[in-house]
């Protein structure tokens, strides 16, 4: 079935890295995103990596992407109090174009 | 820069009753989504859309639902009956070209409450 899972809830210290991690479904997924969602607000599109590469970085974020295990992670370097938000991984399955959203993290980013 | 719109920011309705969503897509944008988030849980797909079809749509996307492109800006999404269980963030997309390297870019949502 169609079952994008994440943890729930991540608490990190302001300055420390964050790794949020997320499983996804379907091997033939061609592209896997991240989103973030602040309170109140819609979704921001953070990054994305194309499936037949390993790794992504931009800025402070690292995109990891294990196609075997169909294992996805993004790490947020000197995490920040605005980085306090949930993050959704998504990923596009073969023949269709709709989004396939996991359960979303919340991280909480603590002073 | 270029962002998708929607009105209003919240819409409180009695059940039963008819509502309209409203999404202004980014210009160029050519394929327009609807998805929804009940509180507390996943992002769900409903629909896409594109030269006035629907390209695809969800089994959650019931006869009870309609999506229209009334002309060259706005998209919306009619719920015909409300229920209760339609209370839920309401997100419109929108992507340039149907492509899967074509990301989508989300609104702010519109927050349905059914009474």
């Known amino acids: 079935g169609e079952d994008v899972e994440q943890s729930l809830f991540l608490s990190v210290r302001e300055g420390d890295s964050s790794v949020i991690n997320c499983t996804y479904t379907?091997?033939?997924?061609?592209?896997l995103y991240w989103y973030k969602q602040e309170p109140g607000a819609g979704l921001q599109l953070l990054t994305y990596?194309?499936?037949?590469?390993d790794m992504k970085q931009d800025q402070r974020l690292t995109v990891l992407l294990n196609k075997k295990d169909k294992h996805l992670s993004l790490r947020i370097a000197d995490t920040q109090t605005g980085d306090s938000a949930i993050y959704f991984c998504?990923?596009?399955?073969?023949?269709?174009?709709?989004?396939?959203f996991g359960t979303g993290t919340r991280l909480k980013v603590l002073a | 820069e270029p962002e998708v719109t929607q009105t209003p920011s919240h819409q409180v309705t009695q059940m039963g009753q008819e509502v309209i969503l409203r999404c202004v897509p980014i210009?160029?944008?050519?394929?327009f989504y609807w998805y929804r988030q009940i509180l507390g849980q996943k992002v769900e797909f409903l629909v896409s859309?594109?030269?006035?079809?629907?390209?695809?749509k969800s089994e959650i996307f019931d006869d009870q639902f309609s999506v229209e492109r009334p002309d060259g800006s706005n998209f919306t999404l009619k719920i015909r009956s409300t229920k209760l269980e339609d209370s839920a963030m309401y997100f419109c997309?929108?992507?340039?070209?149907?492509?899967?390297?074509?990301?989508?870019?989300f609104g702010p949502g519109t927050r349905l409450t059914v009474l």
């Open positions: 990596i194309f499936s037949n590469m």
């Open positions: 998504a990923e596009t399955p073969s023949g269709t174009y709709k989004y396939i």
């Open positions: 859309f594109y030269n006035n079809e629907i390209s695809e």
């Open positions: 379907d091997s033939s997924s061609t592209y």
């Open positions: 997309a929108s992507s340039e070209l149907l492509r899967i390297t074509d990301t989508q870019y």
């Open positions: 210009s160029n944008h050519l394929y």
